[in-house]
């Protein structure tokens, strides 16, 4: 198996948040009663025609920028056609050789994978199939919603310079990423905002030519596309070891059965006959259009990776981990902007917090503990009122129902005591109790000193309630042991 | 050039177009389009070299209109003029294939 | 009674509106039954809008330019609720949910609209015998064809069921009706008329325009209907100023050019030649400088149009799947619904060119053909460019001949094609152009003769039509 090569290229369709539809001023909305967000235009009636969503050029125009393209100076519509009845005019508006941008790149854990193209295109609308299962082979007949018709769409097709289901899962994260901090699409693979598309093929180690692809589709989750890749790639090798042939064909992953089913083509080949739409004019992207796109272009995620990395000298792990739920650097960042030493709110972040969210499901924006609150909390550990034992209880108090910290702290009195004169006299009374604890720490080897030490340490730590300033504590402690 | 259109090519221009033809059709067609053809092979055999082709005829660029909703249209009135409703939605016979 | 006329005595309340379309309409149900100009006759839509324009009168509003005009429509522009069938049995009985750009423009203008008027199926033909329900006759003659295919509004306006009527024109087919009726017709510069619900056949060449008896109304109604529309992306923002006002400047030192490829092409009768020649002696006379002038490309445009316009509509009608509207046959899947909806739905001419235009787009072929012809296009246009650097406007017939009988051309679908060998080109080229009567032929029916102007030159072109209208025998 280790003497073949995978090689992959990704085509992800996008739904941009628009209000509006491509090319009507019908919603842009998920959900909707079936077929009430539909026009003239978006159910190609006789006699409509498109115009263009001023928002969806805007939106190209970003992503041109995030993923470093080249904008041509003109870019057109063609017409794709072919009949299928989700889509109303029985073609689709979509680029072909003049699409709006070209040439980009993606930066993904160390590996620079080319991006061909992103063009503009409209969604079809939905086909339900009755009968049989609801399966569309089995089916009695379908039914048709168009409201998902003339969506716009931004369909990203990357070279095939990924090697390996992991990095085809890692390219779609940080697309992901992109996409959603730009601000152009909610990026739901489950709700089909995202689509991912691979085409799949393998070749020899040694061999420069690509080996056939086929085009595996149908999948909606990130786990499934790199569940899909496997066994595509699994099932191509399966072939040529024992060989057979690779078809260059259209395949549909089938997430229950965990495989990828060929697409029954028919006798009829498509020939899509593209030409140049000539209800629409072209688009030609002034600098004032990029100007007015870019200018509230948010910081990339790669880019505030490396920052946060940076100045806050915290790991790459605690990085990752940081910034692949959205919104929780956010949250970090504005702790840190609060006061709150940047190591300790990225600790919590990353672990308490990141559990909670985990659990409830809540996105950091809506935690009950404003991020101020957090920069309060790491200020009392380190001023050394809160232990960071006590501390998580706090926070957990904090999160329970909406407090501040210090209102915590104060109500239940969990202010650490660090008064040297009361936390000697705890100690001693400790030393006075155990004698035998003491010489056998005394005689010990290192091994027992340490246990014998614990053991004195946690008594004199249960004795103050867990409040004692550990560090002093601890320094009492030895000084009386050691003399 | 091409050479002349057969009666396959027309079956097969038939089956991209969704146009069911009679026998009688294909042969009537055959003909009439290998005429048409040979006519606009005048336009085939001109030398173009070096001169781009015109899709439209008009100057225009960056028409577009702003990102705000307008009414939708009644689905009532629009599901009346199917030829085959249910549930809110257009019937159609069962779909053999995945779209492509 | 012009349109002009009426709109007057109708503004200044010397006529009522509903007594105008009562005579119109009396009209239409005595003698449409031979003419067939209409698909659908629209009496009480008629009436009621009328008697909102005298209401509008006796309130002293103004119910605008074409106050209580009666307007015939060719039945390829949509009208909210009433059936709009492009003369094909695919869309019988279809009632649009909306109304066309240029239809709310000429009824908030106060036109009375009549009736949808009959074509060659989705426009496509040059006699108005590809409808789906019967032909066209012509006005003048009812053995023959009134050409197409706007022939229903040509021959509205000739049987004077309407003063005014709007047509679309693709390849020459406002003006070549124009021609065999004997009316004025005009194809308006790409672009300077919305064909925002126009049902598309062509969508880079389709231009909707004006029919009308003179080049006076044929001008009131352009100046109505041109003008930009958010809904189409392809409408000139700012087309040209209106053009009834300058209609009476005269052509005192404009440079006119007889196009020689259209006019000494083959095919051309003699008689339509001496029509053109005359018209030319006659702007002459009136002060214009007149000479020939040769666009030799012009010669490929019929071939051109052949490849782009059918390339154009196999896609534009492909939405006639028996999904969403129209005709159903039914099939056991929908791949086999679809196509025995339209073998069923489309008439011949129709699927003649859905066949030529799904082959000439298709893998291998592009480039030969649909690419080619858009290479052509272009240099149709760099001839045009040539000949306005030297002339204001040109001239050449409109169509080859008068009007021939039914069922001449029905059998040779090359020989129909020839029919618009001369206003081809400047559709290909966007240009606006229109045809005016000018005198008969041996057989008593009218001649044609095309003038030609420069993308968005009308005032200019209307002052010469205007004067070829004074002088025509
Ligand atoms: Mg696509
Ligand atoms: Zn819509």
Known sequence: ?483 | MADRITRADVQHVATLARVALTDDEIDHLTGELGAILDHAAQVSALDTDGVPPTAHPLPLANVVRADTVRPSLDRDEVLGEAPAAEAGRFRVPRILGEAP | ?473
């Not at chain 3, 679309?168 to 009706?177: F, H, L, N, V």
């Not at chain 3, 030799?296 to 196999?314: F, M, Q, R």
């Open chain 1, 1 to 483: 198996m280790s003497e073949y090569e995978t090689v992959i290229g990704l085509e992800v369709h996008c739904e941009l948040a628009t209000a509006t539809k491509l090319f009507c001023g019908c919603r842009n909305e998920f959900g909707a009663e079936p077929n009430t967000n539909t026009c003239p235009v978006c159910l190609g009636l006789p006699g409509s025609l498109p115009v263009l969503n001023e928002r969806v050029v805007e939106y190209a125009l970003r992503l041109g920028e995030a993923l470093q393209f080249d904008m041509p100076p003109q870019s057109i519509f063609h017409r794709k056609n072919y009949f299928y009845p989700d889509m109303p005019k029985d073609y689709q508006v979509s680029q072909y050789d003049e699409p709006i941008c070209v040439n980009g790149a993606l930066d993904v854990a160390g590996a620079r994978i080319g991006i061909e193209r992103a063009h503009m295109e409209e969604d079809t609308g939905k086909s339900l199939h009755v009968g049989g299962g609801g399966r569309i082979h089995d089916a009695d007949h379908s039914l048709v919603d168009y409201n998902r018709a003339g969506v716009p769409l931004m369909e990203i097709v990357s070279r095939p310079e990924i090697r390996s289901a992991e990095q085809a899962r890692a390219y779609v994260t940080e697309l992901r990423a992109v996409l959603e901090t730009i601000g152009i699409s909610d990026v739901k693979m489950e709700e089909g905002s995202m689509r991912v598309d691979a085409n799949v093929s393998v070749r020899p180690k040694d061999r420069e030519e690509f080996g056939t692809k086929v085009e595996v589709k149908n999948m909606n989750s990130l786990r499934s596309l790199g569940r899909a890749i496997d066994y595509e790639v699994e099932r191509q090798i399966g072939l040529l070891d024992s060989g057979e042939r690779v078809v260059q064909e259209t395949r549909h992953w089938n997430e229950e059965d965990g495989r990828t089913d060929g697409m029954r083509s028919k006798e009829e080949a498509f020939d899509y006959r593209y030409f140049p739409e000539p209800d629409l004019v072209p688009v030609r992207p002034t600098d004032e259009m990029r100007a007015v796109a870019c200018a509230s272009l948010p910081e990339l995620p790669a880019a505030k990776r490396a920052r946060l990395a940076n100045e806050w000298g915290i790991s790459e792990q605690d990085v990752r981990v940081l910034t692949a739920v959205s919104g929780l650097a956010d949250y970090a960042e504005q702790a840190v902007a609060a006061g709150g030493a940047a190591k300790d709110v990225v600790n919590w972040c990353t672990g308490d917090l990141l559990g909670y969210l985990n659990e409830t499901g809540l996105a950091p924006g809506a935690l009950p503990l404003a991020p101020d609150g957090l920069a309060e909390l790491v200020a009392l550990v380190a001023d050394g009122t809160l232990s960071r034992g006590l501390a998580k209880d706090v926070l957990s108090e904090c999160l329970a129902e909406p407090k501040r910290p210090k209102q915590v702290v104060e109500e239940r009195g969990l202010a650490q005591v660090s008064d040297e004169g009361e936390l000697g006299s705890v100690v001693d009374e400790i030393l006075a109790a155990n004698p035998d604890e003491v010489t056998a720490y005394r005689a010990g080897d290192d091994k027992a000193r340490k246990k014998k030490r614990g053991f004195l340490m946690g008594e004199a730590m249960k004795a103050m309630k867990g409040k004692g300033n550990p560090q002093l504590l601890s320094r009492l402690l030895d000084e009386r042991l050691e003399s």
């Open chain 3, 1 to 473: 009674m012009t349109a002009f006329e009426v709109a007057s005595s109708v503004r200044s309340g010397e006529r009522s509106a509903v007594e105008v379309a009562e005579q119109h309409l009396r009209e239409i149900e005595a003698r449409d039954g031979e003419i067939h100009a209409f698909n659908h006759a629209m009496r009480e839509e008629a009436l009621a809008a009328a008697a909102e324009v005298d209401a509008a009168v006796s309130r002293h509003e103004d119910p605008g330019p074409l106050a209580g005009v009666p307007i015939a429509l060719k039945d390829n522009l949509c009208t909210r609720g009433v059936p709009t069938t492009c003369s094909s049995k695919i869309l019988d009985g279809w009632r649009p949910p909306y109304t066309a750009t240029v239809v709310e423009r000429v009824r908030a203008a106060g036109a009375v609209v009549v009736g949808k008027t009959n074509l060659d199926e989705f426009a496509m033909g040059s006699s108005t015998e590809n409808s789906a329900f019967g032909p066209t006759r012509n006005p003048r003659d009812p053995s023959r064809v009134p050409g197409g295919s706007s022939g229903g509004s040509a021959a509205a306006v000739a049987a004077a069921f309407a003063p005014l009527a709007l047509g679309s024109d693709t390849g020459g087919s406002i003006r070549q009706p124009a021609a065999l009726c004997g009316v004025v017709g005009v194809k308006p510069t790409y672009g300077a008329v919305s064909r925002y619900g126009l049902v598309a056949f062509a969508s880079s060449l389709d231009q909707i325009g004006p029919l009308a008896t003179t080049v006076t109304d044929a001008a009131l109604l352009l100046d109505v209907i041109a003008g930009p529309d958010p809904l189409d992306s392809t409408a000139i923002p700012s087309p040209f100023a209106r053009v009834s006002p300058t209609l009476d400047d005269g052509i005192d030192g404009l440079r006119i050019g007889v196009v020689e490829e259209l006019t000494d092409a083959e095919g051309i009768a003699p008689e339509v030649v001496a029509a053109v020649e005359q018209a030319a002696a006659a702007l002459e006379a009136a002060g214009a400088s007149v000479e020939r002038v040769s666009a030799p490309s012009t010669t490929y445009g019929l071939s051109a149009y052949y490849l782009i316009a059918p390339a154009e509509a196999s896609s534009n009608l492909a939405r006639y799947d028996g999904v969403r509207y129209g005709l159903r046959v039914d099939g056991a899947d929908v791949a086999a619904m679809n196509a025995r909806t339209r073998g069923a739905g489309f008439g011949t001419e129709v699927k003649r060119r859905i066949m030529l235009g799904t082959y000439a787009l298709s893998a291998g072929y592009y480039d030969a053909y649909y690419g080619q012809a858009q290479r052509v296009r272009t240099l149709i246009i760099r001839d045009f460019d040539r000949a306005y650097e030297r002339f204001d406007a040109l001239l050449s017939p409109t169509s080859p001949t008068t009007a021939f009988e039914l069922g001449a051309k029905t059998a040779d679908p090359l020989s129909m094609y020839l029919n618009d060998v001369c206003t081809i080109p400047t559709n290909l080229a966007g240009h606006p152009a229109m045809s005016v009567p000018f005198g008969t032929g041996a057989d008593g029916l009218p001649i044609g003769v095309q003038v030609l102007a420069n993308a968005l030159q009308e005032p200019l072109m209307f002052r010469v039509a205007r004067v070829i209208e004074q002088h025509a025998p």
